[in-house]
């Protein structure tokens, strides 16, 4: 080789035999004599990584403190370097230290769903996937998770049907509740919410056609039981409800007087508290509200006000954070309404609201579809709608990640149809039962029974006190 360049080869050799003298494995250092060179057919080491590509293998980073770093997560940074060299990251194995020879060293641990060796080679983080058939095992549809990370069909339902959490083909249907003991008495315009902390759907209020109601009910999936509170609102009919999952409070909202006071109330399962802001949308009727739980905010929209103006509405919009209400100025939003459909779509992240009325120039029911983000309003134009409505009331079911809504007032009565919104369009749910047609009723999605309840409602003629679940059979 020319002149006094040497080969990696020489310099790896020379850098291994310096180490070695460095940890006492070889003869002391004499300042006074030039130390021989490494002669270039030595051979290294069999467990480190072959030079012979010409370059010289990472020795490791090291530390604020000169230390070498850990590399494969060992306590001894030598190991997780001799690891990485030789391509190893979990996992004891035998490897030749310059220092220490021949030694045991461990090289770290592997993160889900890779295991040691998983992949087929020894101390290597990897991971065997599962075929299709032992990943579905049971499941005749739906997706299933390969073990590794990935998610893999196991199949498809024939048309009317649907896959069910269980990987089970199901048909959804309404099906009648028969609670056992006392009930809520028949009435329309009640509201209704699900505490999922407490596992119970919570009622309160309504019009039975003689009296606005201020009673609370609480339904445990068998029967329902009347709680009797220290405080609690005014006799309500028209207001909106619906649970802070961050708070663990029910929320609710509105007053049948629509006078200006103080209409905020929240349930904590045990009392009803009343919460006074100095800024807060006034008393209203017929309005809608959402948790909006990527943001934890209350959405509320829409209703009658003294303000609006006979049988108008002022299309405001209002937030509630659990301390005080913002009301957002967007630069657009949907025309003033009332007993529209409004729901959070979890999986979107957006309150979607659907329909409404508008008591103006002889009525005019809405059709449209909006999505709220916080910042902005955006209306959706999907290619199917249901009929222009109100009345009706949606809730999201987190299973199969759908808002759905049920009945409702058209321009030709009342309605028992079933509409769910997938993120695109609406699709219309054909079940073999269903409810009785009605308006002013109130759907809930019971979280621990994984059914969508309904209560109440009016038929045109009738006040209603019957209860219906949706769910698979």
């Known amino acids: 080789m020319p002149g006094n360049i040497q080969s990696p080869r020489a310099l790896l050799i020379a850098v291994l035999i310096q180490g070695l003298t460095a940890c006492g494995g070889g003869p002391a250092a004499n300042p006074g004599k030039p130390q021989e060179a490494a002669p270039e057919n030595i ?190 609102p005014d006799g309500q009919s028209d207001h909106a409800m619906t649970y802070d999952s961050a708070r663990r409070r029910v929320i609710l909202h509105g007053s049948t007087s629509l006078q200006d006071k103080d209409v905020t109330w929240e349930w904590d399962g045990v009392n009803w508290t009343q919460f006074k802001s100095a800024r807060k949308p006034a008393a209203r009727s017929g309005h809608m509200m959402a948790y909006d739980s990527n943001r934890k905010r209350t959405v509320l929209f829409g209703g009658l006000t003294r303000t609006s103006g006979p049988g108008s509405s002022d299309g405001e919009i209002w937030e509630w954070d659990g301390a005080q209400w913002y009301n957002p100025q967007p630069s657009m939003r949907p025309l003033g309404r009332y007993v529209q459909a409004m729901a959070f779509d979890a999986a979107r992240r957006l309150t979607l609201m659907s329909g409404g009325f508008i008591n103006t120039s002889g009525g005019h029911w809405y059709g449209d579809t909006w999505t709220w983000d916080g910042l902005e309003w955006k209306e959706i134009r999907p290619a199917t709608v249901p ?48 409810p009785p047609a009605r308006v002013a009723h109130w759907v809930s999605y019971d979280v621990e029974r994984k059914e969508l309840v309904l209560f109440g409602g009016f038929d045109g003629k009738n006040f209603l006190g019957d209860m219906w679940a949706l769910k698979y059979e």
């Not at 030694?103 to 087929?120: F, H, K, Y």
């Not at 949606?394 to 997938?422: C, H, K, M």
């Open 43 to 232: 051979p290294s080491p069999p467990t480190l990584a072959d030079p012979g590509s010409g370059e010289i293998p990472d020795s490791g980073a090291n530390d604020a403190n000169g230390a070498a770093s850990t590399g494969g997560g060992t306590a001894d940074g030598s190991g997780g370097v001799l690891c990485a060299r030789n391509g190893l990251n979990c996992g004891e194995t035998r490897l030749v230290d310059p220092c220490e020879g021949e030694r045991s060293i461990r090289c770290g641990e592997c993160a889900p769903p890779q295991t040691c060796g998983g992949g087929g080679k020894p101390n290597v983080c990897g991971c065997s996937p599962k075929s299709r058939t032992d990943a579905c095992g049971p499941r005749v549809c739906g997706m299933a998770d390969d073990g590794c990370g990935v998610q893999v069909e196991c199949g498809t339902c024939p048309d009317g049907a649907s896959c069910k959490t269980d990987g089970q083909c199901g048909r959804l249907n309404w099906v009648p509740i028969r609670p056992q003991g006392p009930m809520p008495s028949a009435r329309m315009s009640l509201a209704m919410a699900c505490d999922t902390e407490r596992k119970v759907v919570v009622l309160y209020g309504g019009w039975n056609g003689e009296t606005v109601l201020n009673d609370t009910w609480e339904w445990n999936g068998a029967s329902w039981t009347l709680v009797n509170t220290p405080s609690f």
């Open 387 to 434: 009929e222009a409505r109100s009345g009706h009331k949606a809730d999201y079911d987190p299973i199969r990640r759908r808002v759905v809504f049920f009945g409702g007032l058209t321009a030709s009565g009342q309605r028992n149809d079933t509409w769910e919104w997938d993120g695109n369009n609406w699709v219309e749910v054909q079940t073999a039962d269903r």
